[in-house]
């Protein structure tokens, strides 16, 4: 075979490894049976961190998705700027008052 065993992650960018935990996982499993353990580990450092990309990812875009639709429908015409003020204080506010 000429490649491609592993999805081509060798190619890969962050974006389409995001979604390629099985692939990696097995990259680090066969790294381990040709005896390099440390690379292996390396290897599942990454899948860990990539993990934790995805994680804090989703509870930032909780926050930023309020954000942003004040600020499309502003743009669209949907909100006046009075209106997107106090949403958005409102969204400031909660943020310091340490609610996310």
Request: proline share 0%.
């Amino acid at each position: 075979m000429s490649g491609g065993s592993y999805d081509y992650i060798c190619f890969s960018e962050l974006r389409d490894l995001l979604w390629k935990d099985e692939t990696i996982s097995s990259m680090a499993n066969r790294l381990i049976e040709l005896g390099y353990e440390s690379l292996a580990k390396e290897t599942l450092e990454y899948l860990h961190f990539i993990k934790r990309v995805r994680t804090e990812s989703g509870v930032m875009m909780k926050r930023l998705s309020k954000i942003w639709k004040v600020v499309e429908w502003l743009d669209s015409g949907d909100y006046g700027l009075d209106t997107v003020k106090k949403i958005l204080d409102d969204i400031k506010k909660e943020k310091t008052n340490g609610k996310k």
